[in-house]
Structures are given as structure tokens and as C-alpha cells.
């Protein structure tokens, strides 16, 4: 079969219900992934899973597909050492090929600021439990030989981190072993339903209004991504969220040398290769907030611009396509995940420019909170009343792209 072709996948779709145990609006891989573990983990299937358009249709299906748990704060750390884990053993779990390739993570620094960073970000990582080590120009030469360690007498590499288990693996395929699981459990997975407001009884949400009518539910998780503030808006909820454009693209084939992910936290941009043999590439967020799908000429030109001058070969490839997403900022840069203050509403919001990365982790601890009712330790630090508490969990420096 060819590798690129998932011929085995079996959606089941069914008529939406009237009332569910629980309502999931968002069809990206947090909602789904939440849906599969509330299904597999806790036996809770009652679900319905209510997606605008079609599944993986948001960022899910508009990331770059890395991997890593190499993370500047502790809580972080820990949190996204177990979506690693998770995602490593993801394919053997639920029967389906997710193209999980572990390449290892170069990430560069470029002046003594950087390497005292990357220098402390290897001793917080090591200390909480993800394999990270500092390495110098010479090592960072020897582990990705395209790498021009003078930076084109621009940005030269004075040295970096090697996360060893940074890893890619393909979205869409992501996407689907969570709906199939899922379906497979009982749970009602549906496309084309827009939800456009929460109901509200008194001071708890008791369900959606959609387009096809309204859905009660005992409990709702917001999964909406960059739409999120204005979901939850109709239930009296302000989120400290903007919404910020994020941009990417590939190249043609390159032949199947280049095994690792790079990134440059001063350059801000950062470049792996898919199992196709195009270079993926990506950069910061549009620094005007947007719910644009729109992309851009300028994007291209500086991100395109950083990488030739880290990675010359790229002078020699040719843009084929470029995409852009919408994606849900939080204040400090972490995300927010579980309750409101609103009876019956969660939510999995502030995933920035790394939800795909998070989607297991944060999908088996929404569920475990659903089925519980008591708040994870693993996603506890994360939660929105740590703005109102001033314990706020800021960790940009780890973030690839601003």
C-alpha cells in the first residue's frame, strides 16, 4: 500500500442525537482526540463531536507536524514529555499508521544571551524528565551538516540544544486514528454542524445552538481553536485569547537527506522535511490579530530569506504551496485548559503555534476531568484562573515562532 494512501480507515457517521453526556464543539484533534480517550479510557460514550466543516479542516490540518518536549518551565516540561510518549506509541494503540518519525530537534542559538538560554533550557528539561543537551558549533555541524555554522557572516551559530526525541508525524492521519477510535466506541462524530452560541440555564450551559438545531449536553468543551472567544462569549465568558494569523509552506522534493528538525528561536523560523522529501518551513505569527486564512508575499520573502541563509541548499528548491491558520495566543504564551467559572463548560484554548503537539496529552487529561470532575496535576497549572491568581506560567523563549 502505498504509504501516503490510508485505504483501511473506516468512518462510521451517524444522525445527530438530541441530548448527549457530552458535547465537544471543534473537530481538530483535541476535540477528537478528548472524544477517543473519554470512549476508550473511562468508557463514556454518549459523545458528540460537532466540527463547522470537515475534520482536521482547522489547525490540525494547517501545523507543521513537530513534536518535542523541550520546553522552558517545568510545568510545560512534564505536560508535553507525556504527548511524546503518547504519540510514540499512538500508531501501536490505535492500529493506524500516523507516519510518526522521531528525527531529533536542533535548536540554534546565536549570541551568548542564546547560549546561556539554551544552556538553561537543558538543565530545566534533563531535570523534569526530557532528554535535552547543549550543544556546540562543531556538534551542531556534525548533527545537521547543511547547517552553514557562519550563519552567511550574519547569524552565526555559537551553539544550541539537541532534544533527541523531536518527532513529526502526519495531521492528517492524527486526525483520523482519533475519529476512528472514537467511532468505533460509540461516540457521534459531525461534520458540517455549526454551533453558534452555548445555551445557558440560569448560570450553567446545558448545550449548543446550532444551524441543524439545539444539542443539550451535561457538559461542553470549547475545542473551537482561534474561533474560542467567540463561542464562549455567548455563555458571559472573556477569555484573555487573541486570534493571530500563522503562515507556512513547502518546497519541491529534496532527496531524503536532511533526517532532523531545525529551529532558530532568534530567527524565528524553523524547517524539517516531510516523509514526501519537501522542505516544510514555518515562521512567526502575523503580528496583526486576524481571523484571515489569507497568505502573503512578505511571509515568504523573510522566512525564506532566514532559512537560505542557515540552510544554503534551500537556494536551489522552489516554493510549491503555502497555507495559513488562525491561531488562539495566550498572554503567556502557555496554554488554558479545563474549567471555566461556568458550570457544564470547559475549555482547550491557547495553543498558539504548538496544539499539535499537545494533542494526546491534552485530550487524555480533558477526558480524565470529564469522567472525574476533579482537575489533573498534570494540567492544573494551566488553568484560567491563573490569571486572576497572578500565576501565570509565561514560557515564549521556548516557543519556535513569536
Known amino acids: 500500500m502505498n504509504e501516503f494512501v490510508e485505504r483501511k480507515i473506516a468512518l462510521t ?11 465537544i464543539v471543534g473537530g481538530g484533534g483535541h476535540g477528537l482526540a478528548t472524544a477517543y480517550y473519554l470512549a476508550t479510557r473511562h468508557g463514556i460514550t454518549n459523545v458528540a463531536v460537532l466540527e463547522r466543516n470537515y475534520i482536521g479542516s482547522g489547525n490540525s490540518g494547517r501545523n507543521t507536524t513537530i513534536i518535542r518536549a523541550n520546553y522552558g518551565i517545568p510545568e510545560a516540561v512534564r505536560f508535553y514529555q507525556r504527548s511524546v510518549d503518547l504519540y510514540a506509541s499512538l500508531e501501536s494503540e490505535t492500529g493506524r499508521g500516523i507516519m510518526h518519525r522521531q528525527k531529533g530537534l536542533l535548536w540554534l542559538a546565536h549570541s551568548e544571551a542564546g547560549v546561556r538560554a539554551e544552556r538553561a533550557r537543558a538543565e530545566v528539561n534533563v531535570a523534569f524528565g526530557t532528554k535535552t543537551e547543549f550543544v556546540d558549533p562543531d556538534q551542531v555541524k556534525r548533527i545537521c551538516p547543511q547547517i552553514d555554522i557562519t550563519g552567511g557572516g550574519l547569524w552565526p551559530v555559537a551553539g544550541g540544544t539537541y ?11 492524527v486526525v483520523w486514528a482519533f475519529a ?7 461516540v457521534d462524530i459531525q461534520q458540517g454542524i455549526r454551533v453558534h452560541s452555548l445555551r445557558v440555564e440560569g448560570d450553567r450551559v446545558t448545550g449548543v445552538e446550532t444551524d441543524q438545531g439545539p444539542i443539550s449536553a451535561g457538559v461542553v468543551l470549547s475545542a473551537a481553536g482561534g474561533h474560542v472567544t467567540t ?12 486570534t493571530h494569523p500563522l503562515q507556512a ?3 519541491n522534493h529534496y532527496a531524503l537527506e536532511f533526517p532532523i528538525i531545525v529551529a532558530s528561536a532568534t530567527l524565528l523560523f524553523y524547517a524539517s522535511q516531510t516523509a514526501r522529501g519537501e522542505m516544510l518551513m ?20 523573510h522566512c525564506a530569506f532566514r532559512a537560505m541563509t542557515l540552510l544554503p541548499f534551500l537556494r536551489n528548491l522552489r516554493i510549491l504551496r503555502q497555507w495559513t491558520g488562525v491561531c488562539d495566543m495566550s498572554p503567556d504564551y502557555s496554554p488554558i485548559m479545563g474549567k471555566t467559572g461556568i458550570d457544564g463548560l470547559l475549555i482547550t484554548t491557547g495553543w498558539g503555534t504548538w496544539g499539535f503537539k499537545a494533542i494526546p ?24 484562573d491563573r490569571f486572576a491568581r497572578d500565576r501565570t506560567m509565561a514560557d515564549r523563549g521556548s516557543a519556535g515562532t513569536h
Open 282 to 301: 514555518g515562521a512567526e505569527i502575523d503580528r496583526q490579530p486576524s481571523y484571515s486564512y489569507r497568505s502573503s508575499h512578505d511571509f515568504l520573502q
Open 180 to 186: 476512528e477510535g472514537a467511532m468505533r466506541q460509540g
Open 163 to 173: 532534544h533527541p526525541e523531536g518527532s513529526t508525524a502526519r495531521h492528517d492521519r
Open 249 to 251: 509552506f513547502v518546497t
Open 361 to 384: 496529552a491534552a485530550g487524555e487529561q480533558l477526558a480524565q476531568l470529564i469522567a472525574t470532575g476533579a482537575t489533573p496535576e498534570l494540567i492544573a497549572p494551566f488553568s484560567l
Open 231 to 242: 463561542l464562549v462569549s455567548t455563555a458571559g465568558v472573556r477569555l484573555p485569547i487573541r
Open 13 to 23: 457517521w451517524r444522525a445527530p442525537k438530541r441530548a448527549y453526556d457530552v458535547v
